[in-house]
């Protein structure tokens, strides 16, 4: 039996219906679109470091990088 790879991520057809309705709800302005993706991409990298250092080091076992597990986050 051989195995078949899943898809790493969307469908290209997909990114673009994503990047249509990101435009849209700016207004159809792009500029504006890519600020706002900016915005809530910090927003979720600001929520998962807050995440990680709650994470017991016994629980991710050594799966999380030291820094973050010691609560010491990259800037």
Do not use: H, W
Request: hydrophobic fraction near 40%; glycine fraction near 8%; charged fraction near 30%.
């Amino acid at each position: 039996m051989i195995a078949t790879p899943e898809p790493s991520g969307p469908l290209p057809d997909d990114l673009d219906a994503a990047a249509d309705q990101a435009i849209a709800a700016c207004g159809g302005d792009a500029r504006e679109a890519v600020r706002a993706l900016i915005v809530a991409n910090d927003f979720l990298e600001a929520e998962l470091d807050q995440l990680r250092r709650k994470v017991s080091t016994g629980y991710a076992r050594g799966r999380l990088p030291s820094r973050v597990r010691k609560g010491v986050a990259d800037e």
